[in-house]
């Protein structure tokens, strides 16, 4: 399969779209002095590629009550219980992330909490869990990279025109 070719056009609409998924192709248009229909079919053929997978919503849960962010390590009995265990994780909805890993953990989960308490009883549901044998936390103090546009600039720096 043939890598999909982008172009300069294609790294700013990627990036206004990036920085606000909500943009009217119109806005963009304007902004690259282009036509709003460029800005369409250009999308469209990304999206098609998979380049472009939907749009996203950023959600403060910070204003919502939910200050709290943990990760946790889960350590599985075996590997056969994998699948069970991911499936159970599912379940807990202020388990946000969670990614499948090698190294010290098979399971590595980013949770979000009311407070020290909240936080507490999720790992406590995540212990519950058949074929978990531990947990190991780490609290968050503070986020300071979330930055969805650096890499991609990178990657057009790699592909250059």
Excluded: W
Aim: proline share 1%; aromatic share 8%; hydrophobic share 40%.
């Amino acid at each position: 399969m043939s890598k999909f070719k982008l172009d300069e056009l294609d790294h700013q609409i990627l990036e206004a779209l990036i920085e606000n998924a909500r943009t009217p192709f119109t806005d963009i248009a304007k902004n690259l002095l282009v036509s709003a229909g460029t800005i369409h079919v250009r999308v469209k053929k990304m999206e098609d590629e998979g380049v472009i997978k939907g749009s996203t919503l950023s959600v403060d849960y910070n204003k919502m009550g939910y200050t709290f962010i943990a990760y946790v390590g889960l350590f599985l009995e075996n590997s056969s219980t994998t699948q069970m265990v991911i499936d159970e994780v599912r379940k807990i909805s202020e388990v946000t992330v969670a990614h499948l890993t090698t190294g010290k953990f098979s399971i590595f989960c980013k949770i979000r909490a009311k407070d020290t308490m909240h936080a507490k009883e999720i790992i406590f549901k995540l212990d519950k869990i058949h074929g978990i044998k531990r947990t190991e936390t780490s609290i968050s103090l503070e986020e300071v990279i979330n930055d969805k546009k650096r890499l991609m600039h990178q990657i057009f720096k790699e592909i250059a025109f």
